[in-house]
């Protein structure tokens, strides 16, 4: 029977000695934080990838080391299942209690222990596929990584500096090859392959669209999105800013999709012409936000909730083109973040629901549909088909809007969201059917909205329930947030723990006069070009409310919280 390699792991292991004053969580996005901090995170990684792949019969891991929208000194780490979906929920308890160990015998007890406690075979063969993003610590972490890898002796490919959802991709790709279900050619080429030739299918026979400026947030999007560019030639031109890879400090600095959803307003290194559209990325290429000016110049922002709105509709336009309505069943997932607005537009023509925040959550929800749509607020999302959906569409008689759902299966990633993907989705449904920004925007208004980040000492002291809209922890804090919430007209606030930042998150939306007093055009505009005071002061007086409550400094204490 073969056995963990001891000596080699405890060897390795103390090459890289856990930092004592520091307790690792295994969260939404995986491990997330200093990047200089993470180097025993990395190699123990390693082994539990690897541990992961045995358990699954050798199945390919992948792991990502990005911070995706964090600040440039972040960094992280992710797993990546088979499909090139997220870790099963069940082994984030086991990466976090591996992080955690104290010392090289401790970890190596605790790798015993999840060998023995979730019956791996130590004899079968374990392969981990792993990619990182553009961060400075990035070159150290994948040293320490491959140090774990090395140490259980898990083959290993390296697939370079390139984006979250190519790597999501890689390890689908990787694990299908061969079968009914391949999604494709493994190998970066294979994705900009798919995903531009059924755009180009999708634009075929329409006026070519605008050039779209696509902001990359200095990151790893701008080298992949200027790889597109060979594939797309003259078909669509996509021009792009923000693409400094060699600037320290750069990444996410005042730009990107993150910027641009908790600021609401154009990176400052943008400038639109009346009429002119763009989009946002984010620091991994995951998250995708889009804007528009008006006739006016005036910024108006398109986040992941105009961006479902987009997609669903015209998905179900086309599943009932196809006469398949009775047989594909198209639903929608939000979380809380999700506009009031959106939620109720989407409500009245196909099922909604919400989970908590978090891609596995929306995912999983997702599959549950024949065809799932979920994108968050801050940009993150994608479309999944079900096999049997997609069959039916394959086998059922040939017809334009059918071709149209063949295609964007194709130009979709269904892994994860994928920002670049995401963005030829959306142009090519507005090439379908000659929508402006303008146009687009104009399918329901926005409550007015705002997301305040509150610094606190321990986030893990706050918890919520029904899918985090509502908070048990701290006691009494909810009841506080209720009452100041029913002075507002429309008003609606929650607190939940940030899953990526050691932060909590406060957001807030209320109604304007305007929309008071009757959703006319006029009202539409006036809700859409105007701050809110109301929502202001909501979301900056709970915000105040949580910083007070959780102890914080009044020293400290910002001075836009009321």
Same mark, same amino acid.
């Given at each position: 029977?073969?056995?963990?390699?001891?000596?080699?792991?405890?060897?390795?292991?103390?090459?890289?000695?856990?930092?004592?004053?520091?307790?690792?969580?295994?969260?939404?996005?995986?491990?997330?934080?200093?990047?200089?901090?993470?180097?025993?995170?990395?190699?123990?990684?390693?082994?539990?990838?690897?541990?992961?792949?045995?358990?699954?019969?050798?199945?390919?891991?992948?792991?990502?080391?990005?911070?995706?929208?964090?600040?440039?000194?972040?960094?992280?780490?992710?797993?990546?299942?088979?499909?090139?979906?997220?870790?099963?929920?069940?082994?984030?308890?086991?990466?976090?209690?591996?992080?955690?160990?104290?010392? !090289?015998?401790?970890?190596?007890?605790?790798?015993?222990?999840?060998?023995?406690?979730?019956?791996?075979?130590?004899?079968?063969?374990?392969?981990?596929?792993?990619?990182?993003?553009?961060?400075?610590?990035?070159?150290?972490?994948?040293?320490?990584?491959?140090?774990?890898?090395?140490?259980?002796?898990?083959?290993?490919?390296?697939?370079?500096?390139?984006?979250?959802?190519?790597?999501?991709?890689?390890?689908?790709?990787?694990?299908?090859?061969?079968?009914?279900?391949?999604?494709?050619?493994?190998?970066?080429?294979?994705?900009?392959?798919?995903? !531009?030739?059924?755009?180009?299918?999708?634009?075929?026979?329409?006026?070519?669209?605008?050039?779209?400026?696509?902001?990359?947030?200095?990151?790893?999007?701008?080298?992949?999105?200027?790889?597109?560019?060979?594939?797309?030639?003259?078909?669509?031109?996509?021009?792009?800013?923000?693409?400094?890879?060699?600037?320290?400090?750069?990444?996410?600095?005042?730009?990107?999709?993150?910027?641009?959803?908790?600021?609401?307003?154009?990176?400052?290194?943008?400038?639109?012409?009346?009429?002119?559209?763009?989009?946002?990325?984010?620091?991994?290429?995951?998250?995708?936000?889009?804007?528009?000016?008006?006739?006016?110049?005036?910024?108006?922002?398109?986040?992941?909730?105009?961006?479902?709105?987009?997609?669903?509709?015209?998905?179900?336009?086309?599943?009932?083109?196809?006469?398949?309505?009775?047989?594909?069943?198209?639903?929608?997932?939000?979380?809380?973040?999700?506009?009031?607005?959106?939620?109720?537009?989407?409500?009245?023509?196909?099922?909604?629901?919400?989970?908590?925040?978090?891609?596995?959550?929306?995912?999983?929800?997702?599959?549950?549909?024949?065809?799932?749509?979920?994108?968050?607020?801050?940009?993150?999302?994608?479309?999944?088909?079900?096999?049997?959906?997609?069959?039916?569409?394959?086998?059922?008689?040939? !017809?334009?809007?059918?071709?149209?759902?063949?295609?964007?299966?194709?130009?979709?990633?269904?892994?994860?969201?994928?920002?670049?993907?995401?963005?030829?989705?959306?142009?090519?449904?507005?090439?379908?059917?000659?929508?402006?920004?303008?146009?687009?925007?104009?399918?329901?208004?926005?409550?007015?909205?705002?997301?305040?980040?509150?610094?606190?000492?321990?986030?893990?002291?706050?918890?919520?329930?029904?899918?985090?809209?509502?908070?048990?922890?701290?006691?009494?804090?909810?009841?506080?947030?209720?009452?100041?919430?029913?002075?507002?007209?429309?008003?609606?606030?929650?607190?939940?723990?940030?899953?990526?930042?050691?932060?909590?998150?406060?957001?807030?939306?209320?109604?304007?006069?305007?929309?008071?007093?009757?959703?006319?055009?006029? !009202?539409?505009?006036?809700?859409?070009?105007?701050?809110?005071?109301?929502?202001?002061?909501?979301?900056?007086?709970?915000?105040?409310?949580?910083?007070?409550?959780?102890?914080?400094?009044?020293?400290?204490?910002?001075?836009?919280?009321?």
């Amino acid at each position: 029977m073969t056995m963990l390699p001891v000596k080699d792991l405890q060897e390795r292991s103390d090459r890289h000695p856990k930092p004592s004053d520091i307790k690792f969580q295994y969260g939404t996005a995986g491990f997330r934080t200093l990047g200089k901090t993470l180097d025993s995170v990395l190699f123990r990684v390693g082994v539990l990838a690897a541990l992961r792949s045995k358990k699954l019969d050798g199945k390919t891991i992948g792991v990502m080391v990005t911070a995706s929208h964090n600040p440039e000194p972040d960094n992280g780490v992710k797993l990546v299942d088979p499909r090139g979906e997220m870790l099963e929920s069940s082994w984030e308890a086991h990466a976090t209690a591996l992080a955690n160990a104290p010392n !090289s015998v401790a970890f190596v007890a605790a790798v015993d222990e999840l060998v023995r406690a979730t019956k791996i075979d130590l004899s079968i063969p374990a392969r981990v596929v792993y990619a990182r993003d553009t961060r400075p610590t990035g070159p150290q972490l994948i040293a320490a990584l491959k140090d774990g890898l090395e140490a259980i002796k898990a083959e290993y490919r390296d697939a370079g500096v390139t984006t979250t959802p190519v790597l999501h991709y890689l390890v689908r790709t990787i694990n299908t090859k061969g079968t009914k279900d391949s999604y494709g050619k493994d190998t970066e080429e294979g994705y900009l392959t798919k995903l !531009s030739d059924a755009f180009k299918k999708l634009l075929a026979g329409k006026p070519t669209p605008p050039p779209l400026l696509i902001d990359c947030a200095n990151g790893v999007g701008a080298l992949m999105a200027e790889r597109f560019k060979g594939y797309l030639g003259d078909i669509f031109i996509i021009n792009l800013v923000n693409a400094d890879l060699h600037t320290p400090g750069a990444l996410n600095n005042s730009c990107g999709a993150d910027f641009v959803k908790v600021n609401q307003k154009l990176p400052p290194s943008i400038t639109l012409q009346p009429g002119q559209r763009a989009c946002s990325l984010d620091g991994d290429a995951d998250r995708l936000m889009y804007y528009y000016a008006d006739e006016r110049g005036q910024f108006h922002m398109l986040d992941g909730d105009k961006i479902t709105t987009l997609v669903a509709s015209y998905i179900v336009e086309l599943v009932k083109a196809s006469g398949l309505d009775e047989q594909i069943k198209v639903g929608v997932i939000q979380t809380a973040y999700a506009n009031g607005s959106s939620t109720k537009y989407l409500s009245g023509r196909l099922p909604v629901k919400c989970v908590p925040t978090g891609v596995k959550h929306l995912h999983h929800a997702a599959e549950q549909y024949d065809v799932g749509v979920y994108f968050e607020a801050n940009g993150h999302g994608t479309v999944l088909f079900s096999p049997a959906a997609q069959e039916l569409i394959s086998s059922h008689k040939p !017809s334009t809007p059918l071709t149209n759902l063949k295609n964007i299966i194709d130009v979709i990633n269904q892994t994860v969201g994928d920002a670049l993907s995401d963005a030829f989705l959306v142009e090519a449904i507005l090439a379908q059917k000659s929508f402006s920004g303008v146009e687009w925007d104009s399918l329901y208004c926005d409550l007015p909205n705002r997301l305040v980040k509150v610094v606190v000492s321990d986030r893990n002291a706050f918890k919520t329930e029904d899918a985090e809209r509502r908070l048990v922890s701290p006691p009494s804090l909810q009841a506080k947030v209720d009452e100041l919430v029913r002075k507002y007209e429309g008003g609606r606030s929650f607190v939940r723990p940030s899953g990526t930042e050691d932060v909590v998150r406060v957001y807030a939306e209320a109604a304007t006069r305007a929309e008071a007093d009757g959703d006319t055009a006029s !009202s539409c505009s006036l809700i859409t070009h105007s701050l809110s005071l109301s929502r202001l002061e909501l979301a900056f007086r709970v915000a105040g409310l949580v910083y007070d409550e959780a102890g914080g400094d009044p020293s400290q204490r910002p001075k836009e919280f009321l």
